[in-house]
């Protein structure tokens, strides 16, 4: 059930929204849940848009943006066992998106996340550093394009950094706004 992860990100990021305002340079904020393995997240993240346009045609770009974002895990275990984790990520994003920014768009990604425990439920990775890519799907719409809802599939492992390489994967709903 991700009611609790969710929840809890939806009440952080509405407290958080009114000083990212203030941080220089902050183009969007977001707000995510997704399911996998056993486990709910719950995500919140800024985005800083990278203002660049590559493989620019008539109607469609490359674009893309950095997104850091604190997220939050939670699984049923049993006793003795860990029953969630927090984690910090740092990630750029490559969007194809259609140059007046609505619409549809895909977007793929691999960053950095760093994990406060190596275990969730009987789930173990051998490091807290993480690789997280991911693959989006998602449309952009309102006024200037202010609102954005997609879907993202994501995998985070240590990329054979230490056996065992036990990675976990999300289906995720997220929301984006920009400002």
């Given at each position: 059930m991700i009611r609790k992860p969710f929840v809890a990100m939806?009440?952080?990021w509405v407290v958080a929204s009114m000083p990212a305002f203030a941080?220089?340079?902050?183009?969007?904020m977001s707000i995510e849940a997704g399911n996998g393995?056993?486990?709910?997240?719950g995500r919140i993240g800024v985005q800083w848009d990278w203002k660049k346009r590559w493989f620019q045609g008539s109607n469609w770009h490359v674009g893309?943006?950095?997104?850091?974002?604190?997220?939050?895990?939670?699984r049923n275990a049993l006793p003795g066992q860990n029953d969630n984790i927090s984690e910090i990520g740092l990630t750029p994003v490559f969007r194809l998106q259609q140059n007046d920014l609505k619409g549809l768009y895909a977007e793929a990604a691999i960053g950095f996340h760093l994990l406060s425990k190596t275990s969730i439920g009987d789930k173990r990775f051998s490091t807290r550093f993480q690789?997280?890519?991911h693959l989006?799907?998602?449309?952009?719409?309102g006024a200037k394009g202010a609102y954005d809802l997609s879907y993202r599939f994501q995998h985070l492992s240590n990329g054979s950094i230490k056996k065992?390489?036990?990675g976990i994967n999300f289906s995720q709903i997220r929301f984006q706004y920009h400002f």
């Open positions: 939806a009440i952080i941080v220089d340079g902050v183009s969007s393995d056993g486990a709910d997240m893309g943006y950095w997104d850091l974002a604190a997220g939050y895990w939670d690789f997280g890519d989006g799907i998602g449309y952009r719409f065992p390489n036990n």
